[in-house]
């Protein structure tokens, strides 16, 4: 991927007391925009003066998030803590064909079978971690977002890949049936995975 898109580059306002707080208030706040333009978006988790965490964001590809300069997004005086990215199913690619999407929608279902799902960290995701914590000489994670999912791979840990399930953005939570409307039909939004 040569064309690493860049616009949007910025560094929300809103304040987490922890890593992990931030990266789910990003989660909670980007990833419905990000599903819905099927781009992936992400940046770092930077602790503030006063200690509190915040976000950087930038908007990628439908696969991809270039770091690149990152650091150079976070406001003086913050200190980078981690990486953090969304990760899009099949169903969100634009730009493809209707034959492309179903063959990344059923790359997902294998995946899934195989611990290789869209909501896994790539090898790049991990490569790009353990790169980051041998130049800092300390932990520097990465963590991904699905709507349900924030998982953290951080390479000097014991326990290097951790799990917290979440429920969807607002705005990506199934809707009821219209009343009156038979059962099992006029879902507009199925739920994510
Ligand atoms: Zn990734």
Same mark, same amino acid.
């Given at each position: 991927?040569?064309?690493?898109?860049?616009?949007?580059?910025?560094?929300?306002?809103?304040?987490?007391?922890?890593? /992990?707080?931030?990266?789910?208030?990003?989660?909670?706040?980007?990833?419905?925009?990000?599903?819905?333009?099927?781009?992936?978006?992400?940046?770092?988790?930077?602790?503030?003066?006063?200690?509190?965490?915040?976000? &950087?964001?930038?908007?990628? &590809?439908?696969?991809?998030?270039?770091?690149?300069?990152?650091?150079?997004?976070?406001?003086?005086?913050?200190?980078?803590?981690?990486?953090?990215? &969304?990760?899009?199913?099949?169903?969100?690619? #634009?730009?493809?064909?209707?034959?492309? #999407?179903?063959? /990344?929608?059923?790359?997902? /279902?294998?995946?899934?079978?195989?611990?290789?799902?869209?909501?896994?960290?790539?090898?790049?995701?991990?490569?790009?971690?353990?790169?980051?914590?041998?130049?800092?000489?300390?932990?520097?994670?990465?963590?991904?977002?699905?709507?349900?999912?924030?998982?953290?791979?951080?390479?000097?840990?014991?326990?290097?890949?951790?799990?917290?399930?979440?429920?969807?953005?607002?705005?990506?939570?199934?809707?009821?049936?219209?009343?009156? @409307? @038979?059962?099992? &039909?006029?879902?507009?939004?199925?739920?994510?995975?």
């Amino acid at each position: 991927m040569a064309d690493f898109a860049m616009d949007g580059r910025g560094v929300n306002d809103h304040e987490s007391e922890t890593e /992990l707080g931030a990266v789910w208030y990003a989660a909670n706040y980007y990833y419905e925009a990000s599903y819905r333009s099927g781009r992936e978006y992400g940046g770092l988790v930077f602790r503030r003066p006063n200690g509190m965490f915040s976000v &950087t964001v930038r908007k990628g &590809t439908w696969d991809s998030l270039n770091y690149k300069n990152a650091t150079a997004d976070v406001p003086a005086g913050g200190v980078p803590v981690a990486m953090w990215h &969304t990760h899009l199913p099949g169903s969100a690619a #634009r730009g493809v064909s209707e034959g492309t #999407r179903t063959v /990344l929608a059923v790359g997902d /279902l294998l995946g899934d079978l195989f611990g290789m799902g869209y909501d896994d960290f790539s090898d790049g995701d991990m490569d790009l971690a353990r790169r980051a914590t041998a130049a800092r000489q300390h932990n520097f994670p990465i963590y991904l977002a699905t709507a349900t999912v924030i998982k953290r791979f951080s390479p000097r840990a014991k326990e290097q890949i951790q799990v917290w399930k979440k429920p969807p953005p607002s705005g990506m939570q199934p809707k009821r049936p219209p009343s009156g @409307a @038979a059962p099992g &039909t006029g879902v507009p939004n199925a739920p994510l995975r």
